[in-house]
């Protein structure tokens, strides 16, 4: 079973910033809090990951909270390239075994 | 960087047949991972190699699955004989050391007839 619990689906205007939710209530110290997509008849490909700390890069920020057990994904100036599906993944820092859950499909609108 | 490489993109064959998929690494990486996806099952990991080496093939559905990594850049997903129930995509994804991310190719959609 996932380890993860998502929104199964999100919509978006475009140009805003979208805010993914994640909840990881069972995460435990040395495990790392993933972020993929995967666009409509692509491979999933990687966006962003932590530990602890927020982190940013060139696709987006990731947010997460004191206690570690929830974060947010988000997509500043989102565009309609940005719809696909994103899958919050939690795994024990050896990128392995990862277990994708059903992740949330975000639609952006014109 | 050409990317993860898989071939072919579709195949379409009849139940019982042999079924072969091909996965070429990126260059330099040592790990790879074959996964299937369907709509019920979502995304789901089949077997991980390391170093040409099988880590852990508890995912592979039955006997009629093999894998093999023949060197450190090319990998073989094969089905034998092929059932309807095998349709999916196969994805294989390949990552450089065991905490970089992972790195998908195009994955190859299979349907058996």
């Known amino acids: 079973d996932a380890k993860t619990t998502q929104p199964p689906s999100m919509d978006c205007a475009e140009g805003r910033a979208a805010n993914l939710p994640c909840n990881h209530s069972?995460?435990?110290?040395?495990?790392?809090v993933y972020w993929y997509r995967q666009i409509h008849s692509q491979g999933p490909q990687y966006i962003i990951h932590?530990?602890?700390?927020?982190e940013t890069n060139e696709m987006a920020s990731l947010i997460i909270t004191e206690d570690r057990k929830s974060s947010t994904l988000i997509l500043p100036h989102a565009t309609l390239r940005d719809t696909a599906v994103y899958y919050c993944i939690v795994e024990g820092g050896s990128n392995y075994q990862l277990i994708w859950g059903a992740g949330t499909k975000l639609i952006i609108k014109p | 960087d050409a990317g993860v490489i898989q071939s072919p993109r579709h195949e379409v064959t009849e139940m019982g047949q042999e079924v072969t998929l091909r996965c070429k690494l990126i260059?330099?990486?040592?790990?790879l991972f074959w996964y299937r996806q369907t709509m019920m099952r979502g995304l789901e990991l089949l077997i991980y190699?390391?170093?040409?080496?099988?880590?852990?093939d508890s995912g592979m559905p039955e006997d009629r699955f093999s894998a093999k990594m023949p060197n450190a850049s090319f990998s073989t997903l094969k089905i034998q004989p092929s059932e309807p129930r095998d349709s999916a995509v196969y994805f294989c994804?390949?990552?450089?050391?065991?905490?970089?991310?992972?790195?998908f190719g195009p994955g190859t959609r299979l349907t058996v007839l």
């Open positions: 260059s330099g990486h040592n790990s």
């Open positions: 190699f390391n170093n040409n080496v099988p880590i852990d």
């Open positions: 932590g530990l602890k700390n927020n």
């Open positions: 994804a390949s990552i450089q050391g065991p905490t970089d991310t992972q790195y």
């Open positions: 069972t995460i435990s110290g040395n495990e790392y």
